[in-house]
């Protein structure tokens, strides 16, 4: 079956740069889609179709594509930035089966 | 406000039924696909399964891991999403959240741009 693969977590201070990775074999041929879910809480899509960023959310959330490889960065990230990151796409084999991924856990230093 | 207000949540025993509703507001409901997601206690987010609107036939798709136990439906005339789950097992035990389709512009996406807050199952003797 399609999996989405992501970094089991990731670190960064206050102000820097956090970098989130979803690697899958069919993400040539999909959108990406991006979700933060804080504790306790449903999840925000923050990014769609790779790179666009839904009304209401900060411009320091943006999206990026290179093959099999997507990208989540956050510039100048913030505390409550601090939360669990999901990458989703659909399997590519015909059907619209949905995929997500492994999830990242963002911690601010 | 657009919303989605999810009920039906509880403790069931293994081998049992359960069927989860899922009401909408403020929005065209039947203009969208409609899912529902579950996380497992301390896990990632599984997709369910979708249902297509009405220009789509009301179509649905499940994940292999429900397909034959779960069926979702929707009535459009009361704005509300379905999740009749039988055969109940330990593995189903979640947090399930209905989620709407995204839509951008005539593109229907795979994707979900509001969420409900969830409704918890377990399943346990």
């Known amino acids: 079956s399609y999996e989405l693969t992501q970094p089991p977590s990731v670190s960064v201070s206050p102000g820097q740069t956090a970098r989130i990775t979803c690697s899958g074999d069919a993400l040539p041929k999909q959108y990406a889609y991006w979700y933060q879910q804080k504790p306790g809480q449903a999840p925000v899509l923050v990014i769609y179709?790779?790179?666009e960023r839904p009304s209401g959310i900060p411009e320091r959330f943006s999206g990026s594509s290179s093959g099999t490889t997507v990208t989540l960065t956050i510039s100048g990230v913030q505390a409550e930035d601090e939360a669990d990151y999901y990458c989703?796409?659909?399997?590519?084999?015909?059907?619209?089966?949905?995929?997500f991924g492994t999830g990242t856990k963002v911690t601010v230093l | 406000e657009v919303q989605l207000v999810e009920s039906g949540g509880g403790l069931v025993q293994p081998g049992g039924s359960l069927r989860l509703s899922c009401a909408a507001s403020g929005f065209t409901f039947s203009d969208h696909y409609m899912d529902w997601v579950r996380q497992a206690p301390g896990k990632g987010l599984e997709w369910v399964g979708r249902t297509r609107n009405k220009a789509n036939s009301y179509t649905t798709e499940y994940a292999a891991s429900v397909k034959g136990r779960f069926t979702i439906s929707r009535d459009d005339s009361k704005n509300s999403l379905y999740l009749q789950m039988n055969s109940l097992k330990t593995e189903d035990t979640a947090v399930y959240y209905c989620?709407?389709?995204?839509?951008?512009?005539?593109?229907?996406?795979?994707?979900?741009?509001?969420w409900g807050q969830g409704t918890m199952v377990t399943v346990s003797s």
């Open positions: 179709k790779d790179s």
């Open positions: 989620a709407r389709g995204l839509n951008s512009g005539p593109d229907l996406l795979p994707a979900f741009d509001i």
């Open positions: 989703q796409s659909a399997d590519s084999s015909g059907t619209p089966f949905i995929v």
